[in-house]
């Protein structure tokens, strides 16, 4: 690994991290998959509008990291490569494991949890 390398290496995975975590928050923000996590109402207008902003700041972030670490040409291409794994990695995790997500509901509306 090269000095200045040394610096880059953990941002690819926290931009997979940030890119998992905004889409999450953007599922999390309708109102189905709230539900299949638990929720025990809907969230209402003003939650749902700051999750939103939320998740599309992470993948913002997400971008810009990448852009940062790998340049225009390829810091995109692998920004939406990685989109694409991120996303169905998500979708598997809502289909088969909902329950995953419940730390980051906690987090996201404490109060709009049915405990178990």
Do not use: K
């Amino acid at each position: 690994m090269w000095p200045e390398d040394a610096w880059t290496a953990p941002l690819l995975p926290a931009s997979i991290v940030a890119l998992y975590l905004g889409l999450a928050l953007l599922a999390l923000s309708q109102d189905r998959h709230w539900r299949g996590i638990g929720g025990a109402r809907s969230l209402g207008r003003p939650t749902v509008v700051r999750v939103r902003i939320a998740g599309y700041g992470l993948l913002a972030a997400s971008l810009a990291v990448l852009l940062a670490r790998d340049g225009a040409g390829f810091g995109a291409l692998l920004w939406s490569c990685l989109l694409m794994a991120v996303a169905f990695a998500v979708t598997a995790t809502l289909t088969w494991r909902a329950r995953w997500l419940r730390p980051l509901a906690r987090i996201v509306a404490p109060t709009a949890l049915v405990p178990r």
